[in-house]
């Protein structure tokens, strides 16, 4: 029932230590919520009645994180005497445990902080702070004087160790996200909360609870309040949980969408011809590809996926023959490298989510391509993404992968120093050979670098030879 990893132990061991001083102590948050659904959870957080200096004394290794929050962590080797037991092993890399004090908030005035906190005694306290009922539960691992992980049981007896002041067993049981509390008023005080609750009901597949939902879409509008680095963080943990088009769908529903990406809403209506896209308009091309995201997967594919057709709205045009969009891939690149601006991408994730926008449609005519060009094709960073996208792109319209199949065993067959080789001839050589420095260096080698990729040369003679062909001296 209870896992016997040594994320578990440690934490378990903080729990014994902390009530042997005579401190409360529990597992609280995500990590009983995951628990009780039968997830393992990634981390464990302990909230305990001991204030930070009395948890920074107690534990040889700890490192006071959010000291003024009241959260400081414990490295594990000196957190539970069982942990080291049977495994050669040391802690390093291993998560340490966070160790929070009760607390209760003092007002918010920046829509995302406490201006302070106040420690306190009280469990129920503690939990009265936290965001939504699945999140407020705290679980007494010793219940009865017997440590959980020591005894056989069922779920029955994971539940009877827990303490539960908000009704969130109820709400896990009925598969809802509710706030604790006036839902209102916990957005207001910290807006990033909204999207939080949308994660969470896409992650498990819950619903939002009719007054959270609705105070969500009452201040949706607030969310500007919270940093872009943080709105971006959410949206890319949404993207990559595997539940993106739920959580995009909830977004969009709760109007929260139209606040942080515009440029997705205005995809709803967009037609497309429906010869090459018989699934619909681009809204719900873009959700059916957001819907094959898998879990853990890359940033920049599921940032890519998401904006690979966002030109097409502006670009909209009932042609006489059929709807095009013409320039649509040149607009997508600009709105793309907006949007990474807007979200403060690195320099490295907006190159890579732009060049999945830039090369999505070049697919089209890889059967085609000329040797050398399929190989500089290849040549595009990440070529997987790449890859992957097409692939996402076809299954969310006509469902043909010819040329996914097409390319996927072309690149399979092509080791990387035929796709990469060593250039036969250098400027140097260039020079060596009496050509003056200049602009056209760059034809030579590049005319050079096609027939070494077409396989017409192989050699520096044959590359030399080839420029004296066509460049005089
Ligand atoms: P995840 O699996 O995504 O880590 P989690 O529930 O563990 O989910 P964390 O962000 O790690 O989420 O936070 C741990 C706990 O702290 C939450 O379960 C919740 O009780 C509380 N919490 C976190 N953020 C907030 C917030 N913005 N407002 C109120 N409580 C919060
Ligand atoms: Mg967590």
């Given at each position: 029932m209870l896992p016997a990893s040594r994320q578990f132990e440690a934490a378990l061991g903080i729990v014994k230590k902390l009530r042997s001083e005579g401190y409360e102590a529990y597992l609280a948050g995500g990590c009983v919520r995951d628990l009780l659904l039968g997830r393992e959870p990634l981390d464990y957080d302990v909230a305990t009645s001991a204030t930070p200096d009395v948890v920074l004394e107690m534990f040889p290794r700890t490192f006071a994180v959010g000291a003024h929050f009241g959260v400081v962590l414990v490295a594990h080797c000196d957190a539970a005497e069982t942990l080291q037991r049977g495994s050669s092993e040391g802690s390093e890399g291993e998560k340490p445990t966070e160790v929070a004090t009760f607390r209760s908030d003092l007002a918010?005035?920046?829509?995302?902080?406490?201006?302070g906190v106040r420690y306190t005694q009280s469990a129920e306290e503690d939990v009265q702070r936290r965001d939504f009922t699945i999140n407020g539960l705290l679980l007494d691992?010793?219940?009865?004087?017997?440590?959980l992980s020591e005894r056989r049981g069922g779920e029955k007896l994971l539940r009877s160790a827990v303490l539960d002041y908000v009704g969130g067993v109820a709400d896990l049981d009925a598969g809802v996200v509710r706030a604790i509390g006036d839902a209102h008023k916990r957005f207001e005080e910290d807006h990033l909360r909204m999207l939080r609750a949308v994660r969470f009901a896409a992650r498990f597949g819950f619903e939002l609870e009719a007054e959270t939902r609705r105070a969500i879409r009452a201040l949706a509008g607030r969310i500007h309040a919270v940093s872009r680095e943080r709105i971006r963080d959410e949206l890319t943990k949404m993207l990559t949980e595997g539940h993106a088009r739920r959580a995009f769908e909830l977004l969009d529903e709760t109007g929260l969408l139209a606040e942080v990406l515009p440029e997705i809403v205005?995809?709803?209506?967009?037609?497309?011809?429906p010869q090459f896209h018989?699934?619909?308009d681009v809204w719900v091309h873009t959700l059916m590809l957001l819907d094959q995201?898998?879990?853990?997967?890359?940033a920049t594919l599921a940032w890519g996926a998401l904006l690979h057709d966002v030109g097409k709205p502006p670009t909209f045009k009932r042609a006489p023959d059929r709807i095009r969009f013409d320039g649509h891939v040149e607009v997508g690149v600009a709105m793309g490298a907006e949007i990474c601006r807007r979200y403060r991408f690195s320099n490295e994730e907006t190159r890579q989510v732009l060049a999945l926008i830039e090369n999505h449609m070049r697919f089209a005519d890889a059967p085609r391509m000329k040797e050398s060009t399929l190989k500089r094709f290849f040549r595009l960073e990440c070529f997987d993404e790449h890859l992957t996208l097409h692939r996402m792109d076809c299954l969310a319209a006509h469902g043909n992968l010819d040329i996914h199949d097409f390319v996927r065993e072309r690149r399979a067959a092509m080791p990387e120093e035929t796709v990469r080789?060593?250039?036969?001839?250098?400027g140097r050589e260039l020079i060596a050979a009496g050509y003056p420095p200049g602009p056209a260096f760059k034809e030579m080698l590049t005319l050079v670098e096609d027939a070494q990729l077409e396989g017409a040369i192989a050699t520096a003679e044959e590359a030399l030879a080839l420029v004296q062909q066509r460049f005089e001296k």
């Open positions: 918010y005035s920046d829509g995302r902080h406490p201006d691992p010793l219940r009865g004087g017997i440590s205005r995809m709803k209506g967009v037609e497309q011809p018989p699934e619909g995201l898998p879990a853990g997967c890359a080789p060593r250039p036969l001839l250098t």
